[in-house]
């Protein structure tokens, strides 16, 4: 079974500070990562597809790296508007299902 | 604009059946593929089901399979995700979303735009 693992599950640091997440991979999927935005009481937004590629109008803070089964998000200097969920989603393989990792909660320390 | 918005949720009891719509706005949505996405209370997001361009493949999460059906109507650009014998377990907020290529090959993976989402209570 293909899993998908974030960490941690909350990340707790303060406006102006750097944020790195973490998704694991259980085996290869190259670069076919994408990354999500939620903040409380909206749709989630893509920010990075293609494990680097920032999506229309995602600001350059944003950035995304890893390849095979290593895979991050950082975050340069945190915005109040940063502190959300941020998940993780992979290209469907077989079975063919498309998996989200059980995110990370980026919250005000 | 490009937007997408669902509607059709509401409160169901256990057992019952909804019928949930998403409507796109300012592109055509016979171009692309589309999923369903759902995030229940306390929960991550869980895909749902997908749907190709023109109907001809369909794929459903184990835990919806048998129970919900994906449909669409590129005539009237919309998308529908009909629903039955509905459990506590599908009480969440219920999202349509985008599907779009990988820049490496053509299989859609990532979803770009996204609704705001409609709620689905099961009580």
């Known amino acids: 079974e293909f899993v998908l693992t974030q960490s941690p599950a909350t990340l707790s640091l303060s406006p102006g500070e750097r944020a790195t997440l973490s998704c694991r991979a259980s085996s290869s999927i190259r670069s076919y990562l994408a990354w999500y935005q939620q903040r409380p009481g909206q749709a989630p937004r893509l920010l990075i597809y293609d494990a680097s590629k920032r999506a229309t109008g995602i600001p350059a803070r944003f950035s995304g790296s890893g390849f095979g089964t290593d895979f991050s998000l950082t975050i340069s200097s945190l915005e109040p508007e940063d502190f959300a969920f941020y998940y993780c989603q992979v290209r469907p393989n077989s079975p063919l299902t498309w998996t989200f990792g059980q995110g990370t909660k980026v919250e005000i320390k | 604009e490009v937007q997408l918005m669902e509607s059709g949720g509401d409160w169901v009891q256990p057992g019952g059946s909804l019928r949930l719509s998403c409507a796109a706005s300012?592109?055509?949505?016979?171009?692309?593929?589309m999923n369903w996405v759902r995030r229940a209370p306390g929960k991550g997001l869980e895909w749902l089901s997908y749907?190709?361009?023109?109907?001809?493949?369909?794929y459903y999460a184990d835990s919806v399979k048998g129970r919900f059906i994906i449909s669409r109507d590129n005539t009237k650009n919309s998308l529908y995700l009909q629903m039955s014998r509905l459990g506590v377990e599908d009480t969440a907020v219920y999202y349509c979303?985008?599907?779009?290529?990988?820049?490496?090959?053509?299989?859609?993976?990532?979803?770009?735009?996204w609704g705001k989402g409609t709620t689905v209570a099961v009580s």
């Open positions: 749907i190709r361009d023109n109907s001809a493949t369909i």
């Open positions: 300012g592109f055509s949505l016979s171009n692309f593929h």
């Open positions: 979303a985008r599907l779009r290529d990988s820049t490496y090959s053509s299989s859609p993976y990532y979803m770009d735009v």
